[in-house]
């Protein structure tokens, strides 16, 4: 597992095949052919249950209500290998002519504006999200459309410990702490925050979680960051604030005793049996709950990592990925190409997303609505997308995550580390990472 907190982490975490991040390189033929009056395109996805499944479903039912387009699936692994192998089918030109990849700073390295097929003009991109617009975007064109779900990084929470105790749903740190102690100091063992750093990628939440105050602090502060502008480092506010609610968490006394040793999976039982009251981690999640308490699901509940203000407090999301056509669909192949990528995100392509179930956020178009099956706190994570207190994790907004950010937190949350001394390890793993990367000004 990478020492990293991204989508591929969640995918191996929390074990849930629906939820499994797509890091699909094409393999296969990339044009297909069109003949008998018939135009063929090929479609690529990655090659694990989950996705292998969805795609099979989207193109039989895209092919009953187009009998004149046939679709070709092909498969690639996942990773870094699969990163690979798609930069150098697009360099080639011997991509599949629609594919199926992450949105943010990892499509920006496909060198989208090059090799991808602007879709701006599209019926379909004004039901997006601007948020999402953001994350398939380049200053000269708009490349994908959403499949799946967004997640949210914030506070998973017990309603039934909530509404027992009499708390209300905090909108600044300086609540959220109260609420904290309020609930330590019943003395009925309920845990006002568990953490969970025998999956250490957990201990990352307060950081990565509370990303969306930064940006409502500073919009500018992911491009700065890209750019090692000197104020947009962790060691100074807005950012230096996760590091510095981390080691508050951990001196106040607020978390389990068992911390360094529970797992996600046994802090979701907690949380969900009322054994804990909340839990920063993210909603994706809930599918544990789902898998092994379903009847418990709806007792959970979610709101924003506070910011200092209210009015700073915006809720973390990871976006769905992306569907998108490579530049080399042309003619039949480009107009089979665009009417596939609408299908995805019509009534009936949203059928099939709903028929997989395992949403954990709202859909990023408003082309597609949940199911009413769909867990009770994507309604609390709603309410943030109506009132425009939203914003993406940072990986979305730039390519810069340095790879030891969750040993980092886990010694800032066990009381190793001081706030101060691991925002400055942070910045400095960064940094490497950034060289590596070959970015300018580093």
Same mark, same amino acid.
């Not at 209300?168 to 102690?181: G, H, K, L, Y």
């Given at each position: 597992m990478?020492n990293?907190?991204?989508?591929?982490? !969640?995918t191996?975490?929390?074990g849930?095949?629906?939820?499994?991040?797509? %890091?699909a390189?094409?393999?296969?033929?990339?044009?297909?052919?069109?003949?008998?009056?018939t135009?063929e395109?090929?479609?690529?996805?990655?090659s694990?249950d989950?996705?292998?499944?969805q795609?099979?479903?989207l193109i039989?039912a895209?092919?009953?209500a187009?009998?004149d387009i046939?679709?070709?699936?092909d498969t690639?692994?996942?990773g870094?290998?699969?990163?690979n192998?798609?930069?150098?089918k697009?360099?080639? #030109?011997?991509?599949?002519?629609?594919?199926h990849?992450?949105?943010g700073s990892? =499509?920006?390295?496909?060198?989208?504006?090059q090799?991808?097929?602007?879709?701006?003009?599209?019926s &379909?991109?004004?039901t997006?999200?601007?948020?999402?617009k953001?994350?398939?975007?380049?200053?000269?064109?708009?490349?994908?459309?959403?499949w799946g779900?967004?997640?949210?990084?914030?506070? !998973?929470?017990?309603?039934?410990?909530y509404s027992?105790?009499?708390?209300?749903?905090?909108t600044? &740190?300086?609540?959220?702490i109260a609420?904290?102690?309020?609930?330590? @100091?019943t003395?009925?063992g309920?845990?006002?925050?568990l953490?969970?750093y025998g999956?250490? &990628?957990?201990?990352?939440?307060?950081? %990565?979680?509370?990303?969306?105050n930064v940006?409502a602090q500073?919009p500018?502060w992911?491009k700065?960051y890209?750019a090692?502008d000197?104020?947009?480092k962790?060691?100074?506010?807005?950012a230096f604030?996760?590091f510095a609610?981390?080691?508050?968490?951990?001196?106040?006394? %607020?978390?389990?005793e068992d911390f @360094?040793?529970m797992t996600?999976?046994? /802090?979701?039982?907690?949380?969900a049996n009322?054994?804990?009251?909340q839990?920063p981690?993210?909603?994706?999640t809930?599918a544990t709950?789902q898998?092994?308490?379903?009847?418990?699901t709806?007792d959970? #509940?979610?709101f924003?990592l506070?910011?200092?203000?209210?009015?700073d407090t915006?809720?973390?999301m990871?976006?769905p990925?992306g569907?998108?056509i490579?530049?080399t669909?042309e003619?039949?192949?480009l107009d089979? *190409?665009k009417?596939?990528?609408?299908?995805a995100?019509?009534?009936?392509g949203?059928a099939?997303?709903?028929? @997989?179930?395992? @949403?954990?956020?709202?859909?990023?178009?408003?082309a597609?609505?949940?199911?009413?099956?769909?867990?009770a706190?994507?309604g609390?994570?709603q309410k943030?997308?109506? /009132? #425009?207190?939203?914003?993406?994790a =940072?990986?979305?907004?730039s390519?810069i995550?340095?790879p030891?950010?969750?040993?980092?937190t886990?010694a800032?949350?066990?009381?190793i580390?001081?706030?101060k001394?691991? *925002?400055a390890?942070y910045d400095?793993?960064?940094k490497?990472?950034a060289q590596?990367?070959?970015?300018? #000004?580093?």
């Amino acid at each position: 597992m990478k020492n990293s907190l991204t989508r591929r982490v !969640l995918t191996a975490s929390v074990g849930v095949a629906v939820l499994a991040i797509p %890091l699909a390189a094409c393999s296969g033929g990339g044009g297909g052919s069109s003949s008998g009056g018939t135009t063929e395109i090929t479609y690529l996805t990655q090659s694990d249950d989950a996705n292998t499944a969805q795609a099979k479903a989207l193109i039989a039912a895209f092919e009953k209500a187009n009998p004149d387009i046939s679709v070709k699936l092909d498969t690639q692994p996942g990773g870094t290998e699969g990163d690979n192998l798609m930069k150098t089918k697009l360099s080639t #030109g011997s991509m599949d002519d629609v594919f199926h990849y992450n949105s943010g700073s990892l =499509l920006q390295a496909l060198n989208p504006d090059q090799t991808l097929v602007d879709l701006s003009d599209q019926s &379909w991109v004004s039901t997006l999200t601007d948020d999402f617009k953001q994350v398939v975007s380049t200053d000269n064109g708009l490349y994908g459309a959403p499949w799946g779900t967004s997640f949210a990084g914030a506070v !998973l929470y017990n309603k039934k410990v909530y509404s027992s105790l009499g708390l209300t749903v905090p909108t600044t &740190w300086a609540d959220f702490i109260a609420n904290s102690e309020k609930i330590k @100091a019943t003395g009925n063992g309920i845990t006002p925050i568990l953490q969970s750093y025998g999956d250490t &990628w957990t201990s990352q939440l307060f950081v %990565l979680g509370d990303f969306a105050n930064v940006s409502a602090q500073d919009p500018n502060w992911a491009k700065n960051y890209t750019a090692n502008d000197p104020s947009a480092k962790y060691v100074n506010e807005p950012a230096f604030a996760g590091f510095a609610n981390q080691q508050e968490v951990f001196d106040k006394k %607020l978390m389990n005793e068992d911390f @360094a040793s529970m797992t996600n999976a046994q /802090a979701m039982d907690a949380l969900a049996n009322g054994q804990a009251a909340q839990y920063p981690m993210l909603s994706a999640t809930i599918a544990t709950v789902q898998q092994n308490e379903p009847d418990k699901t709806d007792d959970i #509940g979610v709101f924003a990592l506070p910011a200092a203000n209210a009015s700073d407090t915006s809720i973390t999301m990871w976006q769905p990925n992306g569907i998108y056509i490579a530049k080399t669909a042309e003619g039949a192949k480009l107009d089979a *190409a665009k009417k596939f990528v609408a299908f995805a995100n019509s009534s009936d392509g949203c059928a099939v997303q709903n028929d @997989a179930g395992g @949403a954990a956020g709202p859909y990023v178009t408003s082309a597609c609505t949940l199911p009413s099956t769909a867990p009770a706190l994507i309604g609390d994570i709603q309410k943030y997308f109506d /009132a #425009g207190k939203t914003g993406s994790a =940072l990986e979305f907004l730039s390519p810069i995550k340095g790879p030891n950010l969750e040993n980092i937190t886990v010694a800032v949350g066990s009381g190793i580390t001081s706030a101060k001394d691991g *925002a400055a390890q942070y910045d400095d793993d960064v940094k490497k990472q950034a060289q590596q990367l070959g970015l300018s #000004g580093w």
